[in-house]
């Protein structure tokens, strides 16, 4: 039932132009009625739908509209200022912005997409907020080049995927997917975790996230892809998450180096998201 449930607002602080406290109460004299997330520090939710892009504080960059399933996912990799980065998948940019607020707007980050109109967005998203350290480009991770191994400090590979996570934001996904398309997103899947764990310096870290719900797109590649590449091993998310994991079922999981949120049960987006450590 919850997926058939109207998907909640949510923003994220731009950290690098005010704080949560400060946005929160500039929303309000905006006339929005907000609460804090319970699950990230840089999010506040909508209660009641309103046009963002009016606002003054949405155009001078204070934040950007982004489910906390994402923000999760930037908050494990939480690299730090001065690294460089790749974010493999990285259009539109929600997971790319937040990276560089982590990073305090120092370092370099690389994000790859390999559709053209999203780089744009990318780009669009960056000045808006601020962001300096943004190198968008036009490029399949599969084909990430050979100069680029062993140099990056983390790696984020929001990959390709099903999308069954997100059903309640586009309901066309219930008839469109069809039970033979995971094989195919699998193996891009695959594909693109390989040529990115390459180009991971040796105790670097890398982020395999998608917004499935479908074992088969999660912990069967991440299983697969340990399997293939020993030289990588799971890395326990329970001290990277934002949020104290309460559920006994999660905690275990999330000991193990993955974790799959749900809309029924988390509140958010359907998301999985696998923390792996280059030895």
Known sequence: MTNNE?????????????????????????????????LVPEGIIVE????????????????????????????VLNPTPGAFVIDACSGPGGKT??????????????????HEHRLKLIEDTCR?????????????????????????????VDVPCSGLGVIRRRPELRWRVERGDLKLHVQQQMEILGQAGKCLKTGGIMLYSTCSTEPEENTGVVNSFLKEYTCFKPEALTPLLPFPVVDGCDRTD?????????PHRHGTDGFFLACLRKH
């Open 48 to 75: 009641k739908a309103s046009y963002l892009p009016e606002l003054p504080s949405f155009r001078q960059g204070l934040y950007t509209v982004q489910d906390e399933s994402s923000m999760i996912a930037a908050a």
């Open 254 to 262: 999330a000991q193990k180096g993955f974790l799959q949120l749900l």
């Open 97 to 114: 912005t937040h990276l560089a607020q982590l990073m305090k707007n120092k370092g370099r980050i690389l994000a790859l997409d390999v």
């Open 128 to 156: 808006r907020l601020g962001v300096t350290i943004v190198e968008a480009k036009l490029l399949d991770a599969r084909e990430l080049p050979k100069q680029l191994r062993e140099k990056a400090d983390y790696i984020l």
């Open 6 to 38: 109207p998907p909640p607002v949510v923003l994220r602080c731009n950290t690098l132009k005010n704080t949560p406290h400060q946005l929160f109460e500039r929303l309000k004299e905006e006339g929005l009625s907000v609460r804090p997330s319970s």
